[in-house]
């Protein structure tokens, strides 16, 4: 493939103020807020790195989003190096804590606790991991203090953050997971904060002045961990000092596919996303989807088919690789590809679509290369002057978490251990010093050994499909990377339901409901894709942020273009 032809299609003129996108020369970033885009734009004007970038990114987003990451939450880190060529996996995933029992899924007679009341339920805090990520990122690739990326954060919430529409959209929607300490913050006077009000969270600007004073380690082993634990424990929740202080971020291998000419990088196990991500391309691959056209009714079957196959494989084989082997090589094999392919046919919705078995191809597997050379959630990423590339996934699992505040230090706690299955007859099954299955998606591409797009995207089990169709856009229709992130998407798991975007072609639909799929229209958004191209020939960068959220993507090096 001529890879030119992807970046001659990119947007450079006639571009207006509000568009969420940017070129630039010397660095990119673009994330879900234009306070965290900025900080972290600032960051590689001033000499740092795109490592540098994303920590002070995550720091910002705890302020401007902070009902969907925060210093409380988990997430993976994908790092490319430019010198070494070499792409590794921050693992700041949560964990379940030592005394983790599956009988916390069960009240007082031996029922299942319905599931929205496990979400509010401190049993089921993990042990946050997206601090000891940053740590680690930034004493092994970064440049900058950690005081220095922290100190623009700590200026935003002492300045104040503007209240934007996702502010009031997830207060009106999910403001019923806010709890009794959260509420002061999110509901002053007892009314829900609106568009244009301006938050001051002292709370919070108090904590990020300790963890700059004295390091994240006062969040794992010093005075912020003794609140979070107390508070747990006055919850009647599992989590002990000793889990907080005992937690490791570590830094693993990638998991590497190829598409088309085209290699990927994403985390894999216990990060379910990434060999699903493989897997449905692979599928998408072998049907050759580019035949059909962008908007086509068989496109969006074929998507919808492939993500039933791909998501039943996922739903039985994915789980922490501590606890069970898990056939990632038969999953990903050529052979086992095919034979998944043939449950696809044009006549109507396959009703025989289950899981298969791909155990039976491990052995006559080639293992994937191990190093590659050359609810809700958010993500965000950055590109630096020397082609340094990082994309990071944080989450608190649900839209305010738990709903728990940690009183006097003004940042929410995830709920990520409901990612669990509350029986035994799973491999993702609740069990203590175990990780949940994740389905966050960081992704790189590469071609011919250079990086040429950095993606990723939030939205529970929706992340696969909204990173893939965005890939497929760009890269079997060659389409603007605004353009493609925009481009209605759908959503399809084991069953015949399929979510859709609401603007989605009525033809289109109306042949997928003759066909034997439910549709259900949303005008809810299926992920917030935040991406950049990285054209190496002509030393250009391309960002976009989604239209989803009130984020933007900041160029540096040349007049760019961002939210008003």
Known sequence: MDIREIFQQQKTSDIKKGEQRAIGDFGMTASATKQSSEIGAQVLRDGGNAVDAIVAMQFALSVSEPFNTGLGAS????????????????????????????????????????????TLNANFIGIPGILKAMKKANDTYGTMPLARLIEPSIQLVEEGMEVNWLWERA????????????????????????????????????????????????????????????????????????DLRGYRAEIQEPIIGDYKGFQLATPGPPNGAGVSLLQLLKILEKVKIEQYDKNSWEKHFLLAEAMRIVFSDKLTYMGDPDFYNIPVDGLLHPEYIAERVKLIHFERMNQGVDFGNPWKYEEKAHGLPRELRGGETTHFTAVDRWGNIAACTSSLEHYFGSGIMVPGYGFLLNND??????????????????????????????????????????????IVASVAQVMINVLDYKMDLKEAIELPRIYNSTAPKILCDERLDENVKNKLRSMGFELLSTDIAIGNVQAILVDQENNRMYGAADSSRPGAAIGVGEEYIGME
Do not use: W
Request: with cysteine; hydrophobic share 30%; glycine share 10%.
């Open 75 to 118: 997430g993976f880190l994908l790092v490319y190096n430019q010198y070494s060529g070499t792409t590794k996996v921050v693992n700041g995933h949560s964990k379940a804590p030592e005394h983790l029992s599956p009988n916390m899924c069960l009240d007082e007679k031996g029922e299942l606790i319905p599931f929205f009341e496990r």
């Open 171 to 242: 207060l009106e929607m999910y403001g019923d997971r806010v709890g009794t300490t959260a509420r002061s913050l999110f509901y002053p006077d007892g009314a829900p904060l609106k568009k244009g009000e301006i938050v001051k969270n002292q709370e919070l600007a108090h904590t990020l002045r300790i963890i700059q004073d004295k390091g994240i380690d006062a969040f794992y082993n010093g005075e912020i961990g003794e609140a979070v634990i107390q508070l747990i424990h006055d919850k009647k929740g599992c989590m002990t000092r000793e």
């Open 417 to 462: 251990l409901t990612d669990f299955y509350p029986t035994e007859e799973s491999v993702n099954d609740l069990q203590a010093n175990k990780y949940p299955v994740s389905t966050k998606c960081p992704t790189i591409i590469f071609h011919d050994g250079k990086p040429v797009m950095t993606l990723g995207s939030p939205g529970g089990p929706t």
